[in-house]
């Protein structure tokens, strides 16, 4: 019995030190532990992410464009050179079709977007095509009443530039550097099927889009008929009607309306609608179901189009794009509606002259 006892007190004692001896060892951080898994499920969340993206975009990129004639883009020589604040990236909207050469091709709009600024906004500056500058080597004819020089269209330095060697978007840059003292670091030239094909890629519903137009011929308009040119068949360009108001548009509308010059607005209108359809695209293009489907349409983008913009481009800026497609564009059209005189340019097209001094001054305003 004594033996017994003893064994009992002996065996509490032992089980006594032996909690003692667990309660010395430190206990394992748990938490620590939770949030080291938790970074890294996130960090092979965004890995895939980002792997998806970059595989969507590479299967954009081996797309083949539609139509026989199609052919890989020619990326151009472009002297660009880096901005005060942010990126610049000329824009280019020509109007070529599958299986016309680059020097067969106007620009229907020039554009310089502004990206990765210090505000964080995305900043958008047109200029109207009808713009009279002096073009080295080209302008021939003296006008004495506007000081000689303004005797060339500015899209028109496109054209003479791509007859040079394919270098438009280089020409374009420089007319843009003599007379706005504007730096231009990347360009773009995208054509009527790159842009409707990127826009279905990236909006199959299409995009949402309030269509305005001016009056026409002092009338106001319920709907305008526009020329559908994507649907061009032996040189004869049908109309497509486009109603005024709330709707959503496919790529092939949404250029038409963009191109859309026939109300008393002319050609300022025409500015004005792409600026509108380009804002529309970027602020609705940052939901992110977009990821993936944008990714592809960029590829797609990509392999149409003459750019020296890095592949890594979109990747390295997407949330400053995303932010600033957030905070809104800033948008402006050199000239203002009316800020100009009517003058002609050599071969006697009528043009706009315009204070180019001033217009320096606005865009250092807005750090470009």
Excluded at 81 to 89: A, E, L, Q, S
Aim: charged share 25%; hydrophobic share 40%.
């Amino acid at each position: 019995m004594v033996v017994h006892l003893f064994k009992k007190i002996l065996s509490k004692k032992t089980k006594k030190k032996a909690v003692a001896a667990t309660s010395d060892i430190p206990k394992k951080p748990r938490k620590k532990i939770r949030v080291k898994r938790i970074l890294k499920w996130l960090a092979l969340f965004f890995l895939l992410i980002i792997g998806g993206m970059v595989f969507m975009f590479v299967k954009g990129l081996n797309s083949k464009p539609a139509g026989k004639d199609a052919k890989p883009a020619v990326v151009e020589k472009f002297n660009g050179k880096k901005t005060r604040d942010g990126v610049n990236i000329l824009i280019l909207g020509t109007d070529g079709r599958i299986g016309e050469k680059s020097d067969e091709t106007r620009t229907d709009s020039i554009m310089v977007v502004n990206v990765n600024n210090k505000e964080g906004k995305i900043k958008m500056v047109s200029f109207m095509r009808d713009t009279l500058v002096h073009i080295d080597g080209v302008s021939q004819q003296n006008i004495p009443e506007y000081d000689g020089y303004y005797d060339q269209k500015l899209n028109t330095a496109f054209t003479i530039g791509e007859q040079n060697n394919n270098q438009g978007a280089e020409l374009v840059r420089q007319m843009l550097k003599d007379n706005f003292d504007i730096d231009i670091q990347y360009y773009a030239m995208v054509d009527f099927k790159t842009f409707a094909t990127a826009i279905d890629t990236l909006f199959p519903n299409g995009v949402e889009m309030n269509a305005q137009f001016s009056t026409v011929d002092g009338e106001k308009v319920s709907e305008v008929e526009v020329p559908d040119d994507l649907n061009m068949k032996d040189g004869v360009v049908p109309q497509q009607t486009i109603k005024v108001g709330k709707q959503r548009m496919d790529g092939r509308t949404l250029l038409n309306y963009s191109r859309f010059r026939k109300d008393d607005e002319g050609d300022f209108g025409r500015t004005r609608r792409q600026q509108e359809v380009l804002t529309a695209v970027i602020q609705q293009a940052k939901n992110p179901m977009k990821l993936f489907s944008g990714s592809e349409a960029l590829g797609k983008v990509y392999a149409m189009t003459s750019t020296n913009l890095p592949y890594t481009f979109p990747l390295t800026n997407s949330w400053s794009l995303l932010t600033g497609a957030a905070g809104g564009v800033e948008r402006v059209t050199i000239p203002d509606l009316g800020d100009w005189k009517d003058a002609y340019d050599m071969y006697g097209g009528q043009g706009l002259l315009i204070d180019f001094e001033a217009y320096k001054e606005r865009l250092q305003q807005m750090g470009l």
